[in-house]
């Protein structure tokens, strides 16, 4: 028996708690005639909507196992809902420890690229140093990363703007990380799942939409918050002219660390002088910019080898090398929010693409070199690292 | 203002200031709850099928999301949604929406929501400029004869559809439909060809969105998505959870069509869209859409439909015709003339009490030209009468109406002759039968009705629970000619099976009361039938030998006699009505008949010769009966004796003036073992041998009683002569050895040889002086037997030795035997 959160509603319960929804099979039924729909109230109110949701019974059985037979109509289901929203949970969610990362930054920051592009990262390259495999856990995730990585990778299109959640019902991309233990002389697997809240800038620009919409932050396992550096001042000057694509300045990195703090604690009910325990990895992104602005034969230029554990040393070294920079961009005040709002955290730098997008009639487009990510998944490894998912090499 | 207007795309300025998804025109007093509803409706994701790098002609071919929505507070929200690719940032997944939010309701639109479809007032692009004049205009797309073309190609759709659209109206079991349609202006059709359908009231309830990716997540009752939406049309959703409505069969739900769909149906095949307005004009807002509601919409566009003159299934008809019926004051008359065409023409999908039920109301709310309505009616009726039941109600207002309207009678008997002909030939309950016939009555058809006076309500009129109906039908309406046949009838029943006609006669009966006003003229049986009844009721008819004798005295006068023996036969018949005949009765009857043919005849001698082997006794009427009967027949030089009645009346009265003759014919028969009863020929037996053994006849030592011995012997037989030495032993054994002088009577009777006599008897006799008075010797003494000796010399003198041999025999057979006595009394 484990405790789960539920990736929609984000309930916690044991899992002897979840329920089974039929699956009204007109097949193999005791009766002869398959369960009729009902309306399923806690969906509706999950949705938010005014029409009633209508679909097969839920009731509740041992949440331990597998699968059940439907009291009515006797065809043994394995479909498990949350007991608080009836959300279906993916198959083997209840089976393994999840952990919620939220995926924040602010408008332009490359959030959904840097996902689709993260997740291509962890099942090929990453997957192979760590004898990992990561795959989505439910139809619909399965149906959106499919989506964008043929249009990022196949067709060389950039992900579509992500739609503000006061729009539509944001839902979560599911993964499955799994990894080869060897531990005496066995080797198992161990199996996580991994839940990612890709947002849009949108929802970060006032702390009411962050807290209208944006409110899986409080139940999140870790948070990556991707940062611009071409929103900083001091970088947006140096680049002028070189960056054909200069975004307009939005909310302040250091003002969205501190919205998020304050929605946390303010969820958690929290002091608003404590700080916050919830792992925060601070990334900046589009680093393929940045040469001008970095020493020659910088860290943050070179993707790190981690085989098969990860490199603490070459993190901290990145982490001293981004520190130094904002200092220099914002003159601090970034770190500073986030010294001041989260025990754990680090700063990273990164490319989702490796280079600048291609700008055609049609749209952006991936760099005309192709995509060749930096170091996308040192804030993600970090995260794994402290949810004790992966060990460190051994610093010497 | 009743009208808002909200414009929402992805921008690089708007109302929030910063680049993004966000309101960029908006009222500048907008509520800020009102904002976020709206933003909630605007979403718009491409299809996943759509190109990746979509040029200017692939934007204009991406489907346009119409959303209509209805807020909880009664306000609305008209979302016109078009993809416009890149955003001010050159990335993808832009979109315009154009909404309308509509505080007070959607009234203020003056139109359907979905007549808003590529309304040229709808922006799609930050851009254009602020258009002038109404706030919306109806699109050019959106026209009735397009709807009717695009009809006309789904036809095989429209039904399923229409009648989802409606279920998904009911709150408890409404569901979501699913329109799969690859252009969104198809999905934008079906919702205007709903709507028109549908009661105004319902209209502007019904949300819609013509397009979205993620049905899962839209709030509104019809759907629109493309096939390669985020839909898994798996079997639960299709099946259970949504209306799915595909091009590909088997990715829709089962067709389950309402009655009012397939009629609206209908009305869209034959381009008649006017009657929805025509025939919803009066309903008002149903509040809840629940199985009355959808009856009364089926009914009233079923009516509007039929009235003019729309084909419609069966089931259509039905409801219009339902529908007007119950309507009958209210706003149904406009559509009655239409409706009865209708319903003349396709009378046989309308069943008959509905037929009739709509012939009534049209009749009440003043209709004229109901006649051919009355006379399909009436052929419907007649032709199934042989299998339902005519509805009271209906056949009462029916004939009211024939008879009050002599020329609509002939129109509608000249078309229901033959029918009524065919009906009444064949087998008919009763109660159809008088329905029938007070049709034809009221239709001038009374000669269609004459086979059934004798065929069937002559026998109904006898037997069955619907006798008092016939009778009173026979006295208050039916033709002379049905009732002479029905009399007729009667009067052959009086004279073949008259106790049939009695047990229908108690004298209250009203077959009874119908018989005593009718004309009997011609019919005696029945007459004397019926006087014989009434006199009995009046307690004027006597005994049943009286009554008899009334019978008789009445058939003989009639003109037209029976033969003497049926008149007898009917006459005890008549009178006797199944009750047993007495014995006495019997020979009273035959006392009266007296001519032996006729008793013959008349079956008055089979009866006596039943009631005498039934008798089981020999008293006084059986014997009586039985020398009445064998004086008849000794008349009746052609007949030969009945071995019976000679035996009954012979044993019955044995006395001394008993002939030789009959004690020996008696005696004939016994011994040959006649065809007779078992007990009446054991009691002839006891009778016969008390007579030859009675003691006081013996002691009479005449020669009488010698021939009668002598007869037994000649004429008994074996079994009758053991009978007789049987019955010796027990009467007589004890009176022997008490009278000496029976003893000698005994010895004289017994001793002699019998002339003639059988050697049954040689060993009956011997048998009997062993047995009956060998013993009394003994017992008598020596005194008494010189007295029995004397009586046999006085009477017998011949036989004296005899007696004295005998009697010596007797007296040393017991010592010759008595060895051990002889031993006992010579010893010392």
Partial sequence: ?396 | MAIQEFHYTSAESGLRGSPGFQFVKAPADADPSVLRQVESLVAYEPPRSAPARPTAEDLERMPVSLSYSRLPDGSAVLCNTTYTGLDYSGRSGNFYAHALYLSEGPQALGMQAVEAWRSPSWQHSADEPPRAGPALQPGPVMTTARAQAFCADRHARLACFLSDVLRGFDPGDGKQVIVVEDEADDVAMWLYVACASLPAALAERLTFTTYTRRPYLSPHAVIGISPDADFSFSYAEIAHHYRVHHLDPDRSSPADPLEWAEIAAEVWRACRIDLFSSAYGWLPDPGVVDSGYVDELTGVLATAAAAHGLWLPARGVVSAVTWATSRTGQDAERFWGGLMETAVRRHEDIPLALLGAMCQAASRAGETGTGSLVAVLVSRLVAAVTEEEPDGGTTRWLLARLRAEPELARVVAARTRSGLDRVLSGPLPVARVLWLARLAEALGLEDTLLSTGERILGPALLHGPETDAVAEYLAEHADRHLRDRVLDYLNEVATHEPEVLLAALPGSSPVALWLATADLTGRSVLIVTLDLVRARAEGTAGDNVTAFQRVMTALRSEPNVLPAGAVIDLAIKVVWNGTPVSVREAAELVHLVRVPETVRESGLWALCLALLANSGALDRDVTGLAQSLRQIAARDRSSREEPLVVLIAVTGRLNGVTTLADLCEAVSLLGRQPPIPQKLRVAAEETLLGWYLDPLRLREWSQRLADELGCLARYGGRRLIGEYVRHARERLSREVRKSAELLACCFALWWPETDGGADDWSEARQVLLADVLAPAVKKLGEERLVTAGDRIHRQRREMYPEWRHWLDQQRTRGRRLGLPWLIYKKSP
């Fill in chain 1, 1 to 396: 028996m484990s405790m789960i959160v539920c990736p929609y509603c984000f309930a916690r319960f044991t899992s002897r708690r979840l329920q089974f929804r039929c699956l009204q099979s007109p097949h193999g039924t005791r009766t002869g005639q398959p369960c009729p729909s009902e309306v399923d109230g806690p969906l509706t109110q999950f949705l938010g909507r005014a029409t009633p949701v209508r679909s097969g019974p839920v009731f509740s059985a041992n949440g331990n196992r597998a699968r059940t037979p439907c009291p009515t109509c006797g065809v043994i289901t394995s479909k498990r809902v949350c007991p608080q929203c009836h959300n279906d949970l993916p198959g083997g969610y209840a089976n393994m420890h999840g952990r919620i990362i939220a995926l924040v930054g602010p408008k332009t920051s490359g959030k959904s690229t840097y996902t689709t592009i993260l997740v291509r990262e962890l099942r090929t390259r990453v997957g192979n140093a760590f004898d990992s495999a990561v795959n989505v856990m439910d139809d619909r995730t399965a149906a959106e990363y499919a989506d964008r990585e043929r249009r990022l990778y196949d067709e060389g299109q950039l992900p579509a703007a992500t739609a503000p959640a006061g729009t539509d019902l944001v839902y979560p991309l599911l993964f499955r990380f799994t990894l080869r233990v060897r531990r005496f002389l066995r080797t198992r697997s161990r199996s996580s799942s991994l839940v990612f809240f890709d947002t849009a800038g949108e929802d970060l620009e006032t702390a009411d939409s962050t807290a209208r919409h944006v409110h899986y932050l409080a139940e999140a396992d870790g948070i990556i918050l991707l940062v611009d550096p071409l929103q900083f001042g001091p970088v947006r000057d140096a680049l002028n002219g070189r960056v054909t694509d200069m975004p307009k300045q939005g909310t302040p990195p250091d003002r969205i660390v501190a919205i998020i703090g304050q929605l946390i604690r303010d969820r958690r009910n929290r002091s608003g002088g404590s700080r916050l325990d919830i792992p925060l990895a601070v990334a900046l992104t589009k680093v393929d910019l940045l040469p001008p602005l970095l020493d020659e034969g910088s860290r943050l230029l070179r993707c790190a080898w981690h085989d098969g554990a990860l490199d603490r040393a070459d993190l901290r070294e990145v982490d001293d090398e981004v520190r130094a920079h904002l200092q220099d961009w914002d003159e601090g005040a970034l770190r500073r929010q986030v010294e001041a709002d989260f025990s754990r955290h680090a700063f990273f730098a990164l490319s989702a693409l490796g280079g600048e997008p291609d700008m055609q009639d049609h749209g952006k487009t991936t760099p005309k070199g192709g995509i060749r990510p930096i170091r996308p998944e040192d804030p993600v490894l970090w995260l794994f690292h402290l949810f004790g998912l992966i060990r460190a090499k051994k610093e010497h």
